[in-house]
């Protein structure tokens, strides 16, 4: 067995422990995470005049789906990309 195989099987138990830990805080915050994911969508999507609002909805259901996979949630509503843009009209084009 090489070096880094037996460091593999060294590490692996730690690996697994910590993947159940942000497996439990992904379930117990996952509320939060995804408010707080909406909150920066829309601050960054003001903040670029609606410019990347495509991106910005992309980026943010990709993020929400990651946070569900760690959570371990699946079914009807799982990574869900909901973001919504800020009312009113569009910006001016440039």
């Known amino acids: ?3 880094f195989d037996n460091l593999k099987a060294r590490l692996a138990p730690a ?3 910590a993947k159940e830990k942000v497996s439990g805080l992904a ?3 996952g509320d939060k995470i995804t408010h707080g994911l909406d909150k920066a969508a829309k ?3 003001e903040k670029t005049k609606g410019k990347y609002s ?3 909805q992309t980026g943010t ?3 929400k789906g990651a946070m569900d996979r760690l959570a371990h949630k699946s079914g009807p ?3 869900d990309d909901t973001f919504t843009p800020p009312e009113g009209p569009p910006p001016p084009a440039s």
Do not use: E, F, P, S
């Open 1 to 3: 067995m090489g070096l």
């Open 15 to 17: 690996k697994d422990t």
């Open 27 to 29: 379930q117990q915050h």
């Open 43 to 45: 601050v960054v999507d």
């Open 54 to 56: 495509g991106r910005i």
């Open 61 to 63: 259901g990709k993020a």
């Open 77 to 79: 509503g799982a990574g």
